[in-house]
């Protein structure tokens, strides 16, 4: 079974500074996808960014960058000039063979504080 | 677009009673639905998996007869949370996998349910 492991329940950050939140998954899988959620106060889950394991490249999103090690199975999220509307809990999240219906599997979250 | 609503957003209910929770894709047609149930501080836990128009798949452990699912449209899907007890209280999230690109779930903004 795929597991998803973020080491860090709680990172906090300087407004305007880099942070960067770590994943790190488990598969036998040769394709997939790799998600980043955020999940605000409101707890309203919204997609950050995604990445597909047969992609090279790592995926960009404006200030959200992802460094994304296929052969070491990490799967982390820089998030760039940090704001104060940044502040959630961040949960990484792999999805097995594109293509299909497939469910999700979270990692147990990560806190993320903005300090001003 | 991609936009996944849910009601109620919250519902206090009698032990005993029975509720329903609606999650509509509003700009999109989901072949799949999926329901995870949330604690305070922690990750989503999968449910169940609802494809339309035939029977729901749960996931260990969750009670088939107790958390009835139903799809019976393209856009629409519900939970029902039969003979709700105080431990069935929580935070019910639901998301929808579009049939355009079945690679991204998108998010209902959840419903709290709190049962006395």
């Known amino acids: 079974a795929q597991t998803v492991t973020q080491s860090q329940p709680e990172m906090s950050v300087q407004e305007a500074e880099t942070v960067t939140l770590s994943c790190t998954y488990d598969?036998?899988?040769?394709?997939?996808?790799l998600f980043w959620y955020k999940q605000p106060p409101s707890r309203q889950m919204i997609l950050v960014i995604r990445q597909e394991a047969y992609k090279q490249q790592n995926a960009t999103e404006n200030r959200f960058s992802v460094n994304f090690q296929k052969a070491a199975k990490s799967f982390s999220l820089k998030i760039s000039d940090s704001q104060l509307g940044d502040a959630a809990m961040y949960f990484c999240a792999y999805r097995r063979t594109p293509g299909s219906a497939r469910q999700l599997t979270f990692g147990s979250g990560t806190q993320l504080t903005v300090l001003p | 677009g991609a936009v996944v609503s849910q009601h109620p957003s919250w519902v206090i209910c009698k032990s005993g009673t029975s509720v329903k929770i609606e999650c509509r894709s509003l700009d999109f047609q989901a072949t799949t639905m999926f329901w995870y149930r949330q604690f305070p501080k922690q990750s989503l836990m999968l449910m169940a998996t609802?494809?339309?128009?035939?029977?729901?798949?749960?996931e260990q452990g969750v009670e088939k007869d107790k958390f009835l699912i139903n799809h019976a449209s393209l856009t629409l899907s519900t939970l029902t949370v039969t003979s709700a007890h105080p431990e069935d209280s929580s935070f019910y999230i639901c998301?929808?996998?579009?049939?355009?690109?079945?690679?991204?779930?998108?998010f209902g903004p959840g419903t709290r349910l709190t049962v006395l």
């Open positions: 609802s494809n339309e128009g035939s029977k729901a798949t749960y």
């Open positions: 998301s929808a996998q579009t049939t355009a690109t079945t690679d991204t779930q998108y």
């Open positions: 598969t036998s899988e040769s394709d997939y996808y």
